[in-house]
C-alpha cells in the first residue's frame, strides 16, 4: 500500500521556540493532506486541510498563526507549531491521498514534548 | 454535527476469544463507516469499511455491519491473536468530493494476551 512518512517521531522542545514536522507520501502524489491532533484518551481531532499549491483550510477553532501549514509539493507538506507552550504537547498525525474520493494514508504519528 | 461513540478500552483478552467493539455514529447525510487499526510505533491503516445501510467490511478475520436503523458499525472477530493488539479506531466520512475528511472515535486499546 501506499506510505506515509512523518518526521520526526518524537521531539521535545523548549517553549517559545517553534518545532516543524514533515508529512512525506513516498510513492505517490498527494494532492491533498491532512493534519490531526490526538490528545491522551482523546479522538483524532482534524486540525487542518491542505491542498498542494494553495492555502490550508483550518477547522473552527484552529490557530493558522500558530500552526502553520506548507503544502508546496505533491510529496510534502509540513506543519510548524510557533511558539510552543506546554499545552501544544500533543499527538500529531498526518495523512495523504490523492485527492480524489479515495482512501487517505496515515503517518506514524509525531509525538510533540514543550517543556 | 458529526461524531463518532466507540466503546472505551482497554480491552484484554485472552488468545482466540471472541471480539466486539461497539461503535455508534451520528451524522447528517448517509456516510461512509471506517474502522482503523494502529498498531503499536506505526501510522494508522484503513482495516475495513462500509459504504452504505447493510454493507459489511471485512478483512484479516474482522467484520463489521452497516446497521443504519441502530447507527451502529461493531467490529468483531471470532477468534484473536496476539497480533492483533493495537488500537482499533471507528470513523466516519459524510458526502462526496475530492476531500477525504474523517470523523474519527476516540480509539480502542486491545491487548490480547497468549
Known amino acids: 500500500g501506499a506510505v506515509v512518512s512523518q518526521h520526526p517521531s518524537r521531539v521535545i522542545c523548549k517553549s517559545g521556540t517553534s518545532v516543524k514536522i514533515e508529512c512525506r507520501s513516498l510513492?505517490?502524489?498527494?494532492?491533498?493532506m491532512f493534519w490531526y491532533r490526538q490528545f491522551p484518551k482523546q479522538s483524532l481531532m482534524l486540525m487542518a486541510t491542505s491542498n498542494e499549491g494553495s492555502k490550508a483550510t483550518y477547522e473552527q477553532g484552529v490557530e493558522k498563526d500558530k500552526f502553520l501549514i506548507n503544502h508546496a509539493s505533491l510529496t510534502l507538506s509540513t506543519l510548524t507549531v510557533t511558539s510552543a507552550h506546554p499545552e501544544d504537547s500533543s499527538f500529531y498525525i498526518c495523512s495523504a491521498s490523492t485527492g480524489r474520493n479515495t482512501e487517505a494514508f496515515f503517518g506514524q504519528g509525531t509525538r510533540l514534548t514543550v517543556v | 454535527g458529526d461524531s463518532v461513540t466507540q466503546m472505551e478500552g482497554p480491552v484484554t483478552l485472552s488468545e482466540e476469544a471472541c471480539l466486539t467493539i461497539?461503535?455508534?455514529?451520528?451524522?447528517?447525510?448517509?456516510?461512509?463507516l471506517f474502522w482503523y487499526v494502529q498498531y503499536p510505533g506505526e501510522g494508522l491503516q484503513l482495516l475495513l469499511k462500509a459504504t452504505k445501510a447493510d454493507d459489511k467490511g471485512s478483512n484479516k478475520g474482522f467484520e463489521a455491519t452497516y446497521r443504519k436503523e441502530t447507527t451502529s458499525f461493531h467490529l468483531e472477530k471470532g477468534s484473536v491473536q496476539v497480533s492483533d493488539s493495537a488500537v482499533y479506531f471507528c470513523a466516519l466520512k459524510v458526502g462526496g468530493g475530492s476531500n477525504y475528511k474523517l470523523t474519527f472515535g476516540k480509539g480502542t486499546l486491545l491487548t490480547v494476551n497468549p
Open positions: 510513492d505517490f502524489q498527494a494532492t491533498t
Open positions: 461497539n461503535c455508534t455514529y451520528t451524522a447528517t447525510g448517509y456516510p461512509s
